[in-house]
């Protein structure tokens, strides 16, 4: 099945495809031709999705998919949630939004987070919409090179290593987007 995966985001098109297998046929934006700033522009996760996945197949008419995701810091009420590509300005650098987090956590003793995502599946104009979770903590330095966003600073719960420090065969498994996917995946194998 074709699906088109509407994101930007290079990782996200990388670690997705990785879950996904050949099972379906992964289409970018590019791949159809779209090169349009996508409106994000709604106060919830389970909002922007839709708002993404309603803009390509409204636009596109090709059955898609989109997520939005983000770190849910409890002493911080949540924060930077829905804003956490842009916490720390519209230029989106994830080095900075780091160093804000950091910055806003400093002397606070919870450091319990969550990462979530949140699925858009729309298939032949019909809405699903698949949660997904991890829990962890933010520590207060830098640990690993890999993955993308807040990874170097989160550790997930029953591990000692950041998702930075993992492989995305480590990280997938376990992850908020994984996890998401998996229940993707479920549902449109019994589509
Ligand atoms: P698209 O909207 O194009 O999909 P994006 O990077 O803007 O790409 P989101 O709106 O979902 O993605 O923003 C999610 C932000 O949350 C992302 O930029 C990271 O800062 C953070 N984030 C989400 N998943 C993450 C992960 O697996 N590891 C680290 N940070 C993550």
Redesign the pocket.
Known sequence: MKLCLA???RH?IEELQAILGNKFELVTLEEIGCFDEIP?TQPTMEG?SLQ?AQFVYDNYGINCF??????EVDALGGEPGVY??RYAGEE?S?AK?IEKLLANLEGIENRSAQ?R?VITLILDGKINQFEGIVRGKIIDELRGNG?????PV?VPEGFDKT?AEMTMDEKNPI???GHSVAKLVEFLANT
């Open positions: 994101t930007n985001n996200k994000e922007n993404k989109a997520d939005d995701s983000g770190l956490s590509a989106r994830h939004n990462f995502a993955g993308f966003g807040y990874d989160f998702f992850s908020h987007r």
